[in-house]
């Protein structure tokens, strides 16, 4: 069975990957300024990775290779002793597997379904081509499911990009064998409850591939204007492009202002240039940092070591030498409660759910304002109880 760090690498190769749609159909000439860059990962990715291995190895089993339950104990134990596994990995792909299950059991036909297929997109976006974590056709449906093991924000199937270029590509490679009329996308991110689906039919599909081809072209050949947005986030290039750079350094445009004091309408337009201002001035840390490990120079910057910390050699030791000499073993540790969401996870959500939930020792207390953009989903809110004390 491939692994996923094979996949990934293959997947390297595409210069206009599903993954960075949602940049390069936005920034045109991003994909090629990328190439400049070393693509790296960290140890949230790899992670992710060993997560999906494990989801993967139990799609096969129930879905396409009825393996024996020794075989699989022995690849699920060989994941097992991987140093980033952890046990709640189990409980996050089986939520997983359980949401395509119940998709294939409530089908009136025998479904087909195919786990990590490399699919070819390349009928609209040059060289274009991509891993689908999996992919169900039952009937007229064909049925996109992405696994993603973060914990950050939740992800919208609705019109995204990389989704609708996994089902352009499945549509190209099945439909000359089912009758595919209708697509079905969705994200299950398990570690934040949240499953995203929507629903297009084919021929909206097809039609939006059609849009997106003069768009491709321009961004396979490098062509167009550099334009910065939230897009930028995950960009190999975004601590030295210039167009991004230079969101953050228009704010100095503010200065020319007469009034002493900003509008509304100026605080909302400061406000729309400085998101992500914080990340990109950790980008460009970063970068600073490896340059000078390297023997370059950034003027006015140099690498120096961090401040150093004091650590155990060995706590089991350094604490047994402490009781020794009549150290109260009360003094060496703290008694802290266990926060709900780490509570829940210990118990698990069920058991959780009866011991606390249902006897009505949980209660949800309401979130404190914050600010966001117009395009957040959750309701705008006015008068809030508190509100106004928060800002006292």
Same mark, same amino acid.
């Given at each position: ?8 690498? @293959? ?53 396409? &290779?009825?393996?024996?339950? %020794? ?16 046990? @709640? ?6 939520? /997983? ?10 089908? &009136?036909?025998? !479904? ?13 976006? !040059?060289?274009?081509? #991509? ?7 039952? #009937?007229?449906? $064909? *049925? ?10 939740? =992800? ?26 209708? =697509?079905?996308?969705? +994200? ?12 297009? %039919? ?11 081809? !003069? +768009? ?10 550099? =334009? ?19 969101? /953050?350094?228009?704010?100095? &445009? ?17 406000? @729309? ?16 940092? %490896? ?28 604490? @047994? ?9 009360? $003094?060496? *540790?703290?008694? =802290? ?9 210990? $118990? ?32 705008? +809110? ?11």
């Amino acid at each position: 069975m491939p692994t996923k760090e094979i996949k990934h690498a @293959e997947r390297e190769h595409a210069l206009l990957s599903a993954s960075g749609a949602h940049r390069w159909l936005v920034c045109t000439p991003s994909a090629r300024l990328e190439e400049q860059f070393a693509d790296t990962t960290s140890d949230y990715a790899r992670e992710g990775t060993l997560a999906h291995e494990i989801a993967e190895l139990k799609l096969c089993k129930y879905f396409t &290779d009825p393996m024996s339950q %020794s075989t699989y104990t022995r690849r699920l134990n060989k994941f097992k002793k991987h140093e980033l596994f952890q046990d @709640e990995m189990l409980k996050h792909t089986d939520t /997983y597997l359980d949401y395509l299950r119940e998709i294939t059991i409530g089908l &009136d036909v025998q !479904p087909y379904v195919a786990v990590e297929r490399q699919i070819d997109y390349s009928v609209v976006v !040059p060289e274009g081509f #991509g891993t689908v974590d999996c992919l169900i056709i039952g #009937g007229d449906t $064909l *049925y996109i499911t992405d696994f993603k093991y973060g914990k950050g924000v939740p =992800v919208s199937a609705e019109n995204n990009p990389q989704m609708m270029l996994y089902a352009l590509g499945a549509y190209y490679t099945y439909s000359f064998l089912y009758q595919i009329k209708n =697509v079905h996308l969705a +994200i299950i991110q398990p570690r934040i409850d949240n499953i995203s689906e929507w629903e297009i %039919s084919a021929d909206d599909l097809l039609a939006w591939g059609e849009e997106i081809k !003069p +768009i491709a072209q321009k961004a396979y050949a490098g062509e167009g204007e550099f =334009v910065p947005g939230e897009h930028c986030k995950f960009c190999r290039a975004k601590a030295q492009c210039r167009a991004h750079a230079k969101m /953050y350094t228009a704010l100095e &445009d503010f200065e020319m202002k007469k009034p002493p004091l900003l509008t509304n309408e100026e605080v909302g337009e400061v406000l @729309e240039r400085a998101q992500g201002l914080e990340a990109w001035v950790k980008a460009l840390k970063e970068y600073a940092l %490896s340059a000078c490990l390297n023997g370059e120079e950034i003027p006015g910057w140099k690498a120096v070591e961090g401040r150093s910390t004091r650590i155990y050699k060995d706590i089991d030791q350094a604490f @047994e030498y402490l009781k020794s000499n009549g150290i109260d073993e009360a $003094l060496l *540790y703290e008694r =802290v409660p266990l926060t709900v969401a780490k509570l829940e996870k210990q $118990l698990g959500k069920k058991e959780f759910k009866s011991l606390l939930e249902e006897a009505g020792l949980v209660e949800k207390a309401p979130g404190k304002p914050t600010i966001a953009p117009e395009s957040d989903k959750r309701p705008a +809110i006015m008068n809030a109880p508190d509100a106004a004390s928060d800002f006292t």
